[in-house]
């Protein structure tokens, strides 16, 4: 069974920095892109980042592009996502989801999701 564990939410004040961690199991992720999403309270879950299996290629929502940076060493189950420069329009829950093939945006593509974790930016 396809289990996706994100860590490394919390509460810090604008400005501040997060690392956020995706640990998948339940299979080899070699072949699979991975992605994070985020949803604030009142609206619609939005794509966030995302990057292939090889680790080679990265996208990013214009609102986080510059500040937040996503990686995958080694090109293993465990994908991070590094945060700066927070801020207050950035709070919400971060859940990290996986697909067979390329990176892509749509949510609808991803086939395996966590169950996600909060970030509270404080002004």
């Known amino acids: 069974q396809v289990q996706l564990v994100e860590s490394g939410g919390g509460l810090v004040q604008a400005g501040g920095s997060l690392r956020l961690s995706c640990a998948a199991s339940g299979r080899t992720f070699s072949s699979y892109a991975m992605g994070w999403f985020r949803q604030a309270p009142g609206k619609s879950r939005e794509f966030v980042a995302a990057i292939s299996w090889s680790g080679s290629s990265t996208y990013y929502a214009d609102s986080v592009k510059g500040r937040f940076a996503i990686s995958r060493p080694n090109a293993r189950n465990t994908v991070y996502l590094q945060m700066n420069s927070l801020k207050p329009e950035d709070t919400a829950i971060y859940y990290c989801?996986?697909?067979?093939?390329?990176?892509?945006?749509?949510?609808?593509?991803?086939?395996?999701w966590g169950q996600g974790t909060q970030v509270t930016v404080s002004s």
């Open positions: 989801a996986a697909r067979y093939g390329g990176p892509t945006i749509p949510e609808n593509m991803y086939n395996d």
